[in-house]
């Protein structure tokens, strides 16, 4: 393990996470959260299905970097995607660029053809560091915000159609659904296993506030909700529909019931994420949602230093 240690400056070590660590980890990510935005907005789920990553070795792939007083200043991980956090308490010190070196160093030695990291656009810092490092921009990502001062209208459904909340039974239908109607422009499938991790059986998973559209006893829509408490908002996590029954206005119906759902439930704004190769903005648009902020997607080339030709998944 030592040969893969980034030097780092002094006062601080480095060595894998364990899963001993996804307490320390959240609190260390929702720092440069709320430090960047106001509030923290990832749960420990969200942590923990990215350690559990297909292929990813916590042992080789991840690392925490702790101070003198056995703080957790800083962590990173590398699997085709790669995340670094630094805690704002320890910034300028240059533990962003060594476990950015770090990174790239672990992605060639499995092979990597490159390596991508996502940064929200208002962090000025980290796009700055990405870009003179040879990092170019491959994807734009936009939060979509709807705000909820009154109870949300939802439609009833045509007479052909059914609208519920997801119950027990229906995971490996949605998870066929999403990953069916993601194919168009996602990397590569996920196995039942990694998409549960992310959606089902995350702790902050909300089915009564995720609703699903069914035809003839076929599901064909599904809206995959989070209730992430920290926020004080709702959270769209998926949105899919099946190819044979779009432009019906099914996703748009969905929403809104889950909207509703989440106005019952005491929130007053509902988020989601999208990005420039789902197409899905303008649907968003039109459900009445309106951009709250951007991320970008940055790849850098590790074997010719080119921009690649889409993000790994």
Not at 89 to 98: D, P
Not at 115 to 125: E, K, N, R, S
Not at 208 to 220: H, I, P, R, W
Not at 271 to 276: C, D, G, I, Q, Y
């Amino acid at each position: 393990m030592s040969e893969l240690l980034p030097p780092l400056p002094a006062g601080y070590r480095a060595r894998p996470t364990t899963a001993d660590d996804l307490a320390a980890v959240h609190r260390l990510v929702a720092a440069c959260e709320r430090a960047l935005h106001g509030r923290a907005e990832t749960d420990p789920g969200g942590i923990a299905a990215d350690l559990h990553r297909p292929g990813l070795d916590p042992a080789r792939d991840t690392l925490l970097v702790h101070d003198q007083a056995d703080r957790l200043a800083a962590r990173a991980w590398v699997d085709r995607r790669s995340e670094v956090d630094v805690h704002p308490a320890h910034r300028g010190r240059g533990l962003g660029a060594a476990l950015l070196d770090w990174a790239e160093v672990r992605a060639r030695q499995v092979g990597s053809a490159g390596i991508v990291q996502t940064v929200p656009d208002d962090d000025t810092a980290a796009v700055a560091l990405l870009r003179s490092r040879g990092y170019q921009p491959l994807v734009r990502s936009w939060q979509l915000a709807y705000a909820m001062p009154e109870e949300p209208v939802a439609p009833a459904p045509p007479a052909d159609l059914t609208v519920r909340p997801f119950r027990p039974g229906d995971e490996r239908a949605a998870h066929r659904l999403i990953e069916d109607a993601f194919a168009a422009w996602q990397p590569r499938r996920k196995s039942y296993a990694e998409w549960a991790r992310h959606t089902v059986e995350r702790p902050a998973f909300a089915p009564g506030l995720s609703s699903l559209a069914f035809v003839d006893g076929q599901l064909v829509g599904a809206v995959m909700s989070l209730d992430l408490p920290e926020t004080g908002e709702g959270y769209v996590e998926q949105v899919a529909v099946r190819p044979d029954h779009r432009n019906r206005g099914i996703a748009r119906l969905l929403l809104r019931h889950a909207f509703r759902a989440f106005h019952r439930h005491g929130r007053r704004r509902c988020t989601l994420w999208t990005h420039s190769n789902t197409g899905a903005l303008e649907l968003y648009l039109r459900v009445g949602m309106t951009v709250a902020r951007s991320s970008t997607v940055f790849r850098k080339g590790l074997a010719d230093d080119g921009p690649g030709a889409g993000p790994p998944a």
